[in-house]
């Protein structure tokens, strides 16, 4: 397993305007730093406590994306740092963030996280609900928090046809978000099994971890 190739393999084969995010939950410090050393600078992370303590040992030109579910309480550990919250699904975690980024005078730009596999287990709005936050007045009185598109997961399946169907589900939601949101510019879909599927369904960000780094335990 290198690391620097399957980086670069998955580069080849994305659009220069796709994102690619190195999912390096559960991996040790080395080989965060040998995707560094190949030119990766996006990485993400699903628990904050891991983020922070890899943060403080890596390149300060690193930028970290949360996409694991996000507490509340939380959010203050990696308010001065994290690049882009993926995992966003209720207002209260909105104006948490929003609360964190006045304190670090900073914007946190997050993405909200729409509900499109079938299984119980995924975290995740309704494109309904998320519609609501996105226009609400609560979330237009917050100045330190952005909405900058839509995150998602596909259901756990080889069913081809069912994973599209989500992926597309997604993508008129963010279509139809952008119809009244100038802010709204991140689709962020597609992991390991299912990026180029994603890419084709419209996917600007993908987040694939286990095609870099290998299987995790
Ligand atoms: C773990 C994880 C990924 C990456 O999964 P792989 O199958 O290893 O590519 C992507 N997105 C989220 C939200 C994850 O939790």
Redesign the pocket.
Known sequence: MNIATNIQKIEASLPPEVEL?A?S?TKPIEAIEQAYQAGQRHF?E?KVQEMVQKQELLHSDIKWHM??HLQRNKVKYMASFVHLI??VDNLPLLKEINKQGLKHNRTIDCLLQIKIAQEETKFGLDPDLAQDILRSDEYADLTHVCIVGV?G?ASFTTDQSQVKKEFDLLKSTFDLFQTYDINIQILSMG???D?PLAVECGSTMV???????G??N
């Open positions: 995010i999912v939950k993400g699903n996409i694991g993926h995992g995150m997961m992991m390991s099994d990026y987040r694939v971890g286990s095609k870099i780094f299987e995790r």
